[in-house]
């Protein structure tokens, strides 16, 4: 059994949180997005929170997005995949389209 104290630290540990990213504006986002190297070709017409999750992707690649459906995390992976294709982080990648429902949405 795990001592009660090691359990209490563990659920007391720091935590990093990125909930700041939440205040910046569409703006601010698009400006930091411009100041990569190399600038990101970016689908057009991405929202504010889409933006914020590209920015949170390319600075931390194992990052869990817990966002609700049709929020565009479908479009968010593959502007990640594309970027980092553009950057040679990545040199191939297969993609699984699991329903015929989904396959609009990956179609873009």
Known sequence: ????????????RPLDTHVWVKSLGTEELQHAINA??????LYPGL???????FLLGVAHPQFAYWLDMGTGKTL???ELLR???QV???????IFITSDKAFPTWEK
């Open 47 to 53: 929202k504010r929170h889409q933006l914020a999750c």
């Open 83 to 85: 970027y980092w294709w």
């Open 1 to 12: 059994m795990i001592p009660k104290v090691i359990i209490q630290e563990y659920l007391n």
């Open 88 to 94: 040679k982080r990545l040199r191939r990648a297969i």
């Open 36 to 41: 990569l190297k190399p600038r990101p070709k």
């Open 76 to 78: 968010i992976t593959l």
